[in-house]
């Protein structure tokens, strides 16, 4: 079967990419908060099926290994590092099945293969930098070896992390996606500014370059939007489902976070509103991260033009028994509504 690559797509038009697996697999029961580790391809490997399956319905074109965090790290601090390379095959190996099952009269949808931050990375003591090296080197193996059709680098909040990850990415051969997830001081950790990070990740041959991550629309957009006018290549806008502000640019310190409570959600018209925004800014790689659900992957898609499975289910609020215009919505129910 052959299938459009992902450039190939972007120049005709937007993609979707649905992330943020780990707070909504934690969400539906089968993750602890804090850990973080995606046990759920060995544990429970229907129920990440059903949640590729869930935001493929919703417009997702691309399905994307469940292997963040689940690096050799991770693994090491939960104990469990002999688990590490059957939990990526058993998450690439569900990532493909439903890649490869994609529903009729649509596109059919890639599989992208999947690296992230280490947290050992550190620019001030560089000791522990190639054993992040060799993290990624078998993490990128596994994948190529379960048939990824494109890798993702994500949440990288060290320029040279992410440059390594996609120098590691690259020899590999397939299509690079790279996003960068800068923390609260608005500036890599290692002291390089977001745009230019972006600019030497096109440089170094990133094929999308973007933001994903930590940032809700308000304190991405300002930067996203310099990040498309810097760079020639595609562009990628994976905000958090969250209401962050000038004060509090990331998730990690709003307000009523202790860490693992969801605050300051953003409804489905402003994840919407930025997912419209940035394509009009000629950004063609978009969706949602942490606090993403098939319901906002959906809103995204449709925002951009697009009817996805799931558009059937679009809300329909004439038929609402307070807030309704059917004819049928009783007089006593409407005249109500505004004591409800
Ligand atoms: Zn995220």
Partial sequence: MSKKGLKERLDQGPVICAEGF??????RG?????????????????????LHRDFQHAGSDIVQAFT?????????????EELLE????????????????????????????????????????????????KMFTEMVGWAVDEGADILIGETFYYAEEAYTALKVM??????????IAPMGEN?????????????ELEQRGGDVVGMNCFRGPNTMMPYIKEVRKALKCH?????????????HPTFFNLPDNNGC?????????EIGKFAKEAFDLGINYLGVCCGANPMLIREVAESVGLKVPASKYRENMSSHFLFGTHERIAKHQKDYKEKA
């Fill in 22 to 27: 780990l707070f909504e697999i934690e969400r």
């Fill in 30 to 50: 089968y993750m602890s908060s804090g850990e973080f580790v995606p046990m759920v391809s060995l544990e429970h490997p229907e129920s990440l099926e059903n």
């Fill in 68 to 80: 963040y965090n689940g690096h050799r790290e991770k693994m090491r601090v939960i104990g469990k």
């Fill in 86 to 133: 059957p939990l990526n095959r058993s998450a690439l190996k569900i990532a493909k099945k439903v890649a490869l099952d994609t529903p009729i009269g649509i596109e059919p949808n890639l599989m992208a293969g999947n690296i992230s931050n280490s947290n050992i990375w550190n620019d001030k003591d560089t000791k522990s930098n190639s054993e992040v090296e």
């Fill in 170 to 179: 690259k020899q590999s051969g397939l299509s690079c996606v790279i996003t």
């Fill in 187 to 199: 500036i890599m950790r290692d002291g390089v500014p977001i745009v230019d990070t972006c600019k």
């Fill in 235 to 247: 562009v990628a806008a994976l905000p958090i489902n969250y209401r962050t502000t000038k004060e």
């Fill in 261 to 269: 409570t969801y605050p300051m959600q953003c409804n489905r018209y």
